[in-house]
């Protein structure tokens, strides 16, 4: 270091650009600005989350927008006669609703792998750079997408516009990296639950917002449904755009960053390889019996995502074609799942007693196979809600808990590394689930998916009671 860089000129420059040199050690004043830098956090994530939750609702008209408009679209019409040309050598009847299902599971698990590929290498890139700079690119790199889905008049410009949003989703990845950056281990979990309220308020708030401006254009005439919510969450990730840059300080310090970008990208692949990854082969140094036991967690949380995941992107189409919800009873609905997901996360989940998680999980994962079983049989929209209750309670308790637990393995150093690999799992699971529930809807209708993938959730279930 020269003697400008460290010099009290340098220090004030960097200070005013929101850059520190060394971790926020525990005085009131750095404990304030701990919770600044939370504050900060939640707002960004929950503007981020507000902008992507407003698509949920609209994604059973969006299909039929595109559907109706798919003859003038190469790659609508190319996929069209591909599922076409399966149905028929299996002796399937054509459906266009069941079709949207399907090119709905796939655009939702593209999505979702290149979010899986590209948080890894966006977590990798700031453990070098910084957690600021980076940030700021994949804000831009999100408010691109909106900017293309607000012109995705055809079905192409629509998954251009997804491609781009899945490459540059790595908000929340960073997000969680900055509240590890100015916590401690004690006060780590209020920075977690703040993440998780974030969650929660996004995804009762986006799709709400979402169902409203389908009812206003479908009031009004308005023939490009997508338009307003597009424009909407452009102007949310420009807002979070100028929150990241006025406002959020740089938390890693730069004695802190790793010195090699050939080398992070390197070890970003543990969290690529699905092996290693169901392996925990980046956690050294592990008792073999502990190996053993956070193998299972793992393996747990990533079936149980695997079927709950593709069964719940599927639930809006379920809802559109058994009871014809339009987007504002869809946005409803995630209200009431939202609802309850929070009374119990809040009520229950944040109350219990240390050493509980196990059989708190099991008892999770046994809510939700009645659930999917009731939602699959459901003739009136009272079952179905009834259903609702159910697997929103047995989520809302499942991956707090099955955290908790993962946490409990490997050593202070390696807690970052373990929970990275669990995340990386649910992240896979999310990758491939939609696409799998998305062919069964396809395949056997809703009934038969759900059936199938209530029962499913058996097999989690089992590998964690072991």
């Excluded at 989703?169 to 998780?196: C, E, F, Q, W, Y």
């Excluded at 979070?240 to 840059?245: A, G």
């Excluded at 890693?252 to 699905?274: C, G, H, M, Y």
Aim: charged share 15%.
């Amino acid at each position: 270091m020269t003697v400008e860089e460290d010099s009290p000129k340098a220090a004030n420059r960097r200070k005013k650009v929101g850059f520190t040199e060394s971790p926020l050690s525990p005085t009131p004043s750095a404990d304030s600005e701990t919770k600044r830098v939370y504050g900060i956090v939640f707002v960004i994530l929950l503007v981020d989350l507000l902008a992507f939750t407003c698509i949920l609702p609209l994604f059973p008209a969006l299909f039929d927008y595109y559907g109706s408009h798919g003859e003038k679209d190469s790659t609508y019409s190319a996929l069209q006669n591909f599922v076409t040309r399966i149905q028929l050598s299996l002796g399937i009847a054509p459906s266009p609703k069941s079709n949207s299902v399907l090119f709905g599971g796939i655009l939702g698990s593209l999505f979702s792998f290149l979010q899986f590929v590209a948080s890894p290498i966006v977590g990798a890139l700031s453990d070098v750079y910084g957690r600021k700079p980076i940030l700021v690119i994949t804000t831009i790199g999100i408010a691109i997408s909106y900017l293309v889905w607000s012109f995705s008049t055809t079905f192409t410009l629509f998954v251009i516009a997804r491609i781009i949003g899945g490459i540059s989703k790595g908000n929340i990845s960073l997000g969680t990296a900055i509240v590890t950056d100015v916590s401690t281990p004690g006060t780590r979990g209020k920075g977690m639950a703040m993440v998780g309220i974030a969650f929660s308020l996004g995804f009762i708030i986006g799709p709400m917002i979402g169902a409203g401006f389908a009812a206003y254009s479908r009031r009004n005439g308005v023939v490009d449904i997508f338009l307003y919510p597009a424009l909407f969450s452009l102007l949310l990730q420009i807002l979070d755009l100028l929150l990241v840059v006025k406002f959020l300080p740089e938390t890693l310090a730069t004695t802190k960053r790793a010195k090699s970008v050939v080398q992070n990208l390197k070890e970003s692949l543990n969290f690529i390889d699905p092996r290693r990854l169901v392996e925990f082969a980046a956690v050294k140094g592990l008792a073999a019996a502990d190996r053993v036991h956070i193998r299972r967690v793992g393996m747990a949380y990533f079936l149980y995502l695997f079927f709950f995941s593709g069964l719940e992107f599927t639930l809006t189409f379920l809802m559109h074609s058994r009871f014809q919800y339009d987007s504002e009873q869809q946005g409803k609905m995630f209200l009431f799942i939202g609802i309850i997901m929070i009374l119990v996360q809040g009520g229950f989940v944040r109350r219990m007693a240390p050493g509980r998680e196990k059989r708190t999980a099991l008892m999770g994962f046994g809510l939700t196979i009645p659930g999917f079983i009731i939602i699959a049989l459901a003739g009136t929209q009272a079952l179905v809600f009834l259903g609702l209750a159910l697997y929103s309670t047995g989520s809302a308790v499942v991956a707090p808990c099955l955290s908790t637990l993962v946490a409990n393995y490997g050593r202070d150093d390696q807690k970052g590394t373990v929970l990275g690999i669990f995340r990386s799992l649910g992240a896979l699971a999310r990758a491939f689930g939609p696409l799998f529930s998305s062919v069964l809807y396809w395949s056997f209708g809703p009934t038969v998916s759900y059936f199938i993938g209530g029962l499913m959730i058996l097999f989690p279930l089992m590998i964690l009671k072991r």
